[in-house]
Structure formats: structure tokens, C-alpha cells
């Protein structure tokens, strides 16, 4: 082994020193011996450190593994700034969800979504969905949804059937899309209806899509350029023209009492139920409050829906509490699967709660039986303790 390169420095340079000036060969050799031990020394402390870097990086690799394996099923790591989205609630049964690589599981309650999951619901189930935002989604019956990104831009994708939002106001800086097969919809706080038809309509022959917007504005970019859409409109505007026309019973006539019960001895007779509220929409079938709902849930199906909900709410704004009650009505008994149910239950609880408190309660304890955790539990149960 060659000695140090500073130990045959130190050897020349004693070497060349003057005579006068060269130490003995005793104090020399101690010299030399006290380079070699110091250099020594520190090739020594080097291997070390370099030994203690290794096992540092091994034992977080252990860690890392060993955390991954002991991760919960269904667990899915959330980074900062990263919206957490799992399943709040399920309707019916069959909904499944796929993830990266294609690989199918059960759809269930609690269960957090990772990007690039794919929710797909059956023809008589629906999925709500909860981002820690407060946003909530209902995925409609018969529909194929992904998650596409959750971090600031939380980015959703539809490729078919339909889905119910209520978008929480988003941070600055925070967006949230909802991409279709021939549309983009992007809002910052609002509800709407999206969903997705088979086949376009002679109202919109380019566009599958179809929006009802019942609160804030959404902005929707496609192939026909850039338009915003506020509360109580749709898109594409074309598909306005089907109107929803509903004739009211009249009023019942005032019932007359006999001696009986004008004196109180016997309660007077219940006044005669109405008549069937008809309802008539322009290119489809005439139906009563006894008309059964589709086999299918297909695209003109979830236009009706849609259009169902759009004509209630413009005649709840409009101060139509009646027809706004009777059109709720109908959307429920005739589409009892669809997304929008449990939004048409909780507009006629908030109706019924202005003029009729008995009927509002009614109404509450029903959101809660069938929607247990549904976004209007709080106002329920406000409803339910009110007098």
C-alpha cells in the first residue's frame, strides 16, 4: 500500500530542509507516523458516514414499503391542496367503480376515490358523491362518470347519462370542470343538471348535451363557441321551446253543513278530492299522477327530467307555489330513480314549509327516510324540530 500523498510531501520536504534544520531520525519517523494516523483516521470516518447514509436510506425505504402494505383498503393518499372525494350515499344496486387499470369493484358508502376512478351506475341506481369542498354530485341511474383530477382543478367527466351538482364556492385559484363527449362546463359555486343523450335532437343536431342551470352561471365552451348560462336557463337555448303546460284543478266548492255539524255533533264531510292534475309535454305521451315511469332511463327520458324540474323552479320563482308543488310531484312519482328526486323532494319541502308547516314536516321525514345523509339533513331535521 502507497503511503499517503501528505506523508510523501511531508518526507521530500524534510529531505530538501537544510542540515542545520533536519530533525533526527527518531523525530522524523514520529512525524511521518503522526500524518499516517490522522489521514487514516479520516478515510475511516469518511466509510463511516457513507455506511451511515445507506442504512438511513434502507430504513426509509422500509417504511415507506411497509406504510403502503398496512394502508386500509380503499385508502387513497391525499396530497396538500388535494379536494378528498368519496361515496356519501347509494341508490339501488349494481354501481361499480373501475380504477387506472380497469380493474371493477362494488361501489359502497365511505369508499374515497382516487384520480382516474370511473363510477358506473345501473339503470335503477344512483351514487352521491361528497368532495371535502362541500360540493356534492349525484350521479344519475345509468351513468358513467370519471374523476379526472382533484387537486385545484377538479376535473370530472361525463360520458354518458346524467348528474346532479351542487358546486360549493371554490378558493381563489380553484376551478371545476365537467368535460362531456362534445361540451365543457366550468363554474365556480352553483347548481345545475348535465346529462348526456344517446343521440342529439332535432333542437340541437350537433349536441348531445344537455344543461339546466338552477342557480349561479356556468360557463359552456364547445365546437359552437363560448356562452354562459344563468339560473332558471339551459343549453343549448334551441331545446327551450318544450314547454311544460299544466292544467290546475279548480277550486273545490265550499261545502255545505248540516245541523249535525254546524252544532259540532258529527264532523262535516271531507270536500271532494280534486281531479287529476293532467300534464301534457309537447312531444311526448299525456300522463296522469298515476302514469308509470319508463323501462329505461334513455337521453329523451332524462330531458324530460330535466324539463319537469326547470318549469318547477321557474314557478317557484315566479311565486306559483302550486304549480311549482304539482310539477315536483310529477317528476318524483314518474322518474322515482332519477338524480333529481331528492332535489324535487327538498324544493317541496322548502314550499310546503311557507304555507302549510304540517305538510312541510310530512315532507322532511320523507327526505330523511330515503336520504338519511342527503345534503338537505340539516334543513330537515330544522323542519321536523320547528312547531
Not at 156 to 181: I, M, Y
Not at 275 to 282: D, E, F, K
Amino acid at each position: 500500500m502507497s503511503k499517503p500523498p501528505y506523508a510523501a510531501i511531508a518526507a521530500r520536504l524534510l529531505r530538501d530542509a537544510p542540515t542545520a534544520s533536519r530533525p533526527g531520525a527518531a523525530a522524523l519517523q514520529r512525524s511521518l507516523s503522526t500524518i499516517e494516523r490522522a489521514q487514516s483516521a479520516r478515510r475511516r470516518k469518511v466509510r463511516w458516514q457513507r455506511a451511515a447514509l445507506g442504512v438511513a436510506l434502507a430504513a426509509a425505504s422500509v417504511v415507506v414499503v411497509v406504510g403502503a402494505r398496512h394502508l386500509a383498503p380503499g385508502a387513497v393518499s391525499t396530497r396538500a391542496g388535494e379536494a378528498k372525494i368519496s361515496v356519501s350515499a347509494l341508490q339501488g344496486s349494481g354501481a361499480s367503480v373501475v380504477d387506472l387499470a380497469e380493474k371493477r369493484a362494488v361501489l359502497r358508502a365511505g369508499l374515497e376515490l382516487a384520480a382516474g376512478s370511473r363510477i358506473e351506475t345501473t339503470d335503477g341506481g344512483t351514487a352521491a358523491l361528497r368532495l371535502s369542498t362541500g360540493t356534492l354530485l349525484t350521479i344519475d341511474g345509468q351513468s358513467r362518470v370519471t374523476l379526472e383530477a382533484r387537486g385545484t382543478l377538479q376535473h370530472f367527466s361525463l360520458q354518458s347519462g346524467g348528474l346532479d351538482a351542487r358546486v360549493a364556492k371554490l378558493e381563489p385559484g380553484a376551478r371545476f370542470v365537467v368535460q362531456t363527449p362534445d361540451a365543457e362546463i366550468e363554474v365556480r359555486g352553483t347548481q345545475f343538471h348535465l346529462s348526456v343523450l344517446e343521440q342529439p335532437e332535432p333542437c340541437a343536431p350537433l349536441a348531445r348535451t344537455r344543461l339546466v342551470v338552477r342557480e349561479g352561471v356556468v360557463e359552456v365552451r364547445s365546437s359552437t363557441g363560448v356562452v354562459r348560462v344563468g339560473a332558471g336557463e339551459r343549453w343549448p337555448s334551441s331545446c327551450e321551446e318544450r314547454v311544460v303546460d299544466v292544467k290546475l284543478p279548480q277550486p273545490a266548492p265550499a261545502v255545505a253543513l248540516d245541523a249535525d255539524a254546524r252544532h259540532g255533533t258529527r264532523p262535516p264531510a271531507p270536500p271532494p278530492a280534486p281531479a287529476a292534475v293532467a300534464l301534457q309535454v309537447p312531444g311526448t305521451r299525456p300522463a296522469t299522477a298515476a302514469f308509470e315511469p319508463p323501462e329505461h332511463a334513455s337521453g329523451s327520458a332524462l330531458s324530460e327530467q330535466t324539463e319537469l324540474f326547470a318549469a318547477a323552479s321557474k314557478a317557484a320563482r315566479a311565486g306559483d307555489s302550486v304549480k311549482a308543488l304539482t310539477l315536483y310531484s310529477k317528476l318524483i312519482e314518474a322518474y322515482p330513480s332519477s338524480g333529481l328526486r331528492e332535489n324535487a323532494i327538498a324544493e317541496r319541502m322548502r314550499l310546503l314549509r311557507q304555507g302549510s308547516p304540517a305538510a312541510a314536516r310530512r315532507e322532511a321525514s320523507l327526505y330523511l327516510s330515503l336520504y338519511p345523509n342527503g345534503f338537505g339533513k340539516p334543513e330537515a331535521e330544522r323542519i321536523l324540530a320547528s312547531p
